[in-house]
């Protein structure tokens, strides 16, 4: 675990990375803060994978997140390199979320936690390549929830099909704000607590695989130029992270120390448990740490 020292203020928000299925790392940690009674924060903030698992964790569900990456999320339906070579979708979202949605969420815990809380949602306006924050409280409506949570997963390279919210085509959160840190900070909370599924220090490079899903998105140009720039908005992103502190924001990490052994579509069992419990043990260091301070 990589940890930076935070001082504990009166407003919290927890951001939770996304990844696909590296993000069985932070569903460990979230397991951990939940078997350590830890769920003291003000407003939780993920896009794609990462608001996936904040679902289960605002709901109290310890152990959700692992049986979807390791049930549903290895079903063959729900990844085939096959469907997708034939125009098809590589990873069927909507197979997937009718899944989740029957996979019982504590809707009643959930509406209960977000009483006094926001849930904030991240995804990309496919228009005009900007942010959306979609907010959520305890009155927030069950289908557009998981509507939002969809959109927010939609990768263009894994899932072709057109997510319309509110008149507009969405794409995943993370093309456009991988890391809402920031959107956190500008809401007024000032101790922010970050869940990586990359080490600190991983910075993000140019890649011709981007260029080249870019030209073929070309008729999509806002959403190619965020392909085309991924790796700039990422490593822009976390490069903020010293101006907020420079600002009087607290900013803690925790991220692994080395890379997961689990990919974006990993399907190795083995692999995702092992990830899952090494964010479970980060998980419970922090907190340790934390008690100590």
Not at 54 to 65: C, K, M, P, T, Y
Not at 117 to 130: L, Q
């Amino acid at each position: 675990m990589q940890k930076k020292e935070a001082s504990s203020l009166t407003k919290t928000a927890l951001v939770v990375e996304g990844g696909g299925m590296r993000g069985i790392y932070s569903a460990g940690i979230l397991d951990a803060f939940m078997d350590k009674r830890h769920r003291q924060f003000d407003g939780f903030y993920g896009a794609s994978a990462g608001a996936l698992n904040l679902v289960s964790f605002i709901a109290g569900q310890r152990g959700r997140n692992l049986d979807i990456y390791t049930g549903a999320c290895l079903e063959t339906h729900f990844i085939s390199l096959k469907r997708h070579m034939k125009g098809g979708n590589l990873f069927d979202l909507d197979w997937l979320f009718d899944r989740i949605q029957r996979q019982h969420m504590n809707i009643d815990k959930f509406r209960s936690h977000l009483r006094d809380k926001t849930f904030t949602v991240v995804t990309s306006c496919a228009s005009s390549g900007y942010p959306i924050y979609h907010k959520f409280d305890e009155y927030f409506e069950l289908e557009q929830l998981f509507t939002v949570l969809k959109a927010s997963s939609a990768l263009p390279m894994i899932y072709r099909n057109t997510i319309t919210i509110d008149e507009k085509n969405h794409v995943d959160g993370s093309l456009a704000d991988p890391l809402p840190v920031m959107r956190a900070a500008e809401d007024g909370y000032e101790h922010i607590v970050v869940l990586r599924s990359r080490e600190s220090h991983y910075r993000k490079k140019a890649s011709s695989s981007n260029r080249l899903l870019a030209w073929q998105l070309r008729k999509q140009p806002e959403v190619a130029e965020l392909i085309r720039q991924q790796y700039s908005i990422y490593n822009e992103t976390l490069d903020s992270f010293d101006q907020l502190k420079r600002n009087g924001i607290s900013i803690t990490e925790i991220a692994p120390d080395t890379s997961l052994s689990s990919t974006r579509s990993t399907r190795d069992r083995a692999r995702l448990v092992s990830d899952y419990h090494k964010g479970y043990s980060a998980g419970f260091s922090f907190l340790q740490q934390l008690n100590q301070a």
